[in-house]
């Protein structure tokens, strides 16, 4: 069921601008992204954080609607996401398309996105399609409500950025799409995904490990393969989370699915005392970087 478009405008191209952030990017598969893309959007905007490769990204620079920013350092994923919205909130764009740089969205996605949008939904996401599994896309009519989207493919409303505050500068890269997400839901708004497109994604080095039998025929289980830099990256962010939602409503939530994800990775992970180690790193990293007030929006 299509949801209540009071919000939309006449046209969704002209009102949304697709941001990418790029580190070490593909450029075949940036390319790709960015083709993919540029006819459902007024623009992309491309920001690279310091990539090795940055003067192959540089060159996308003008191609189409794609203007690139190369950014003097890596700064982090949520800095690079809120400029990207802020420049397109001066661009008067309603809407705000994140992607990854190796994520390539499908014919129409934009606008069938844009279609769920209505006054108390603040994201919409597609089915996300990863390349490192053996699924294929599964189209149907609805739209589910879920709690938790990644970034890529998701269409944010930048009025409901404004109003939360943007994302949580402290946060380096891991987690920076779930605190946003619990951000949206602590401030009253919905998110929901469209079940009637998707998005092609890699979701980093994923190996299957095992599948759980169940009335529905097994569920399968993959390992991340996350290295320790990045579990210690994740653990720093779950405590600055915590610690920002307390025991409200949103942050028991987000609790009790961190809690499942550290259960998660100490099961399937290789390397259990590495695991343990990185998570104690990043919980006292947290610690400190919670003290600091985050992103306040201007």
């Avoid at 994800?261 to 005392?273: A, F, P, Q, Y």
């Amino acid at each position: 069921m299509i949801l209540n478009k009071s919000i939309m405008g006449s046209s969704v191209a002209d009102e949304t601008v697709a941001i990418i952030i790029s580190y070490n990017p593909d450029i075949e598969r940036l390319r790709q992204n960015v083709d993919a893309v540029s006819n459902q959007v007024s623009k992309v905007l491309i920001f690279d954080n310091e990539s090795d490769n940055r003067d192959e990204v540089s060159l996308l620079d003008g191609t189409g609607n794609c203007t690139v920013f190369l950014n003097g350092e890596n700064s982090g994923l949520p800095i690079s996401l809120n400029e990207g919205c802020r420049k397109a909130s001066r661009m008067r764009a309603r809407y705000a398309l994140l992607l990854d740089q190796d994520s390539v969205v499908s014919e129409g996605m934009v606008t069938s996105l844009a279609e769920c949008m209505c006054e108390d939904i603040g994201i919409v996401s597609p089915q996300i399609v990863d390349r490192n599994k053996n699924e294929g896309f599964a189209p149907f009519d609805s739209i589910v409500p879920v709690k938790r989207v990644i970034t890529s493919g998701a269409l944010v409303r930048l009025d409901v950025w404004r109003e939360t505050g943007g994302f949580d500068e402290r946060i380096f890269v891991d987690w920076a799409d779930y605190e946003f997400c619990a951000n949206v839901r602590a401030h009253g708004y919905r998110i929901v995904r469209d079940m009637r497109t998707m998005i092609l994604h890699e979701m980093g080095r994923r190996e299957y490990a095992f599948t759980l039998p169940t009335f529905k025929g097994g569920r399968p289980f993959y390992r991340t393969n996350h290295s320790a830099t990045r579990m210690k990256d994740k653990a720093r962010s779950w405590v600055i989370l915590e610690k920002k939602y307390g025991w409200s409503k949103v942050g028991l939530e987000e609790r009790a699915y961190i809690m499942a994800i550290k259960l998660r990775d100490l099961v399937l992970e290789r390397g259990r005392l590495r695991t343990l180690r990185a998570y104690a790193a990043g919980a006292r990293e947290g610690r400190l970087a919670a003290e600091d007030g985050g992103f306040k929006n201007d």
